[in-house]
């Protein structure tokens, strides 16, 4: 497992916490440690346990072992400490139909001991045309910025945004999420609960992936592509009439695991010498590559390595 250096200025700590519902382990052995300031992922495939760790951290469920604490304070013994300072956005929040987009956050300014300007807040969510209009009314992307703006309310130091995006047409996903880049800039930390790729490749500055409830590699999204960057991959297309056994030799050079015809080119994995060994094997044989190009790979790549599980599928509505 990749393990970073200890961040700065922590303001959660989860240490080795564990939740169970009866006979089932929902998190196994969960520690984590986010800092002030910045975008901290929580990814992993369904049921991993994610939804459980952050309610667990907001005071919402009682862990079973482990500890937990939130600026400091331990949320299971003393939820009053961090109430006012910690909004949460769960999945799915609904909110009653007719409840108009100003009204709701209102009410919920009125939880708070300093609330936030709901006016404001609507202004910086793109939401003041949309402050009468009854929630039932809104679109998916607005009804999704709304139950940020009652996560951040309550001028919270830190928001918890759980599957943020889900359920998001491409244009409104990009829009939240440049969004969250303002929130996070205003000085907010922000831990953001998703079984997206690209959005936590996007977003987080460092990330946790956690499956069956354990985490299984932790770090910046670039520290974990190139942890496991031992391996290069490439394609490329051959001339017509290459001899067979320049293939042949290709396949037996140590630096190559595989070569795989893929419509009209190869492609060809192995160690990181891969591509010039190849390359001069080639030569020696008077064969020229016409196209080479290399693949890069993406934290998705990562996932499926660290979890075993097939990545989610990216697909929104258009
Ligand atoms: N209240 C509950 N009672 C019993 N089992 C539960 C309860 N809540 C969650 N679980 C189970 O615990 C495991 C972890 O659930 P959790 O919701 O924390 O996972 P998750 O990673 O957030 O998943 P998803 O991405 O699907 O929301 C799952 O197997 C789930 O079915």
Redesign the pocket.
Known sequence: MTRPTRPADPVIEISHLRKT??E?V??ADVSLTVSRGEIFGIL??????????V?TLAGLRQADGGTVRVLGADPQSHPEAIRDRLGIQL?ESRLPAKIRAREALELYASFYRDPADPAELLAMLGLTDKAETAFKDLSGGQQQRLSIALALVGNPEIAVL??LTTGLDPQARRDTWALIERVRDSGVTILL?T?FMDEAERLADRLAI?DD?RVVAEGTPTELIAARDDRRTFRMRLPEHTPADAVAAVRDLPQVEAITPIGDEYEVTGGHRVLPDVVIALAHRDVVPGEIRTLTRSLEDVFVEVTGAPAESQEVPA
């Open positions: 519902y009866g089932k929902a998190v992993g495939p369904n049921g991993a346990g994610k939804t459980t760790t309610e999945q759980d599957e609960v079984h956690i409830g």
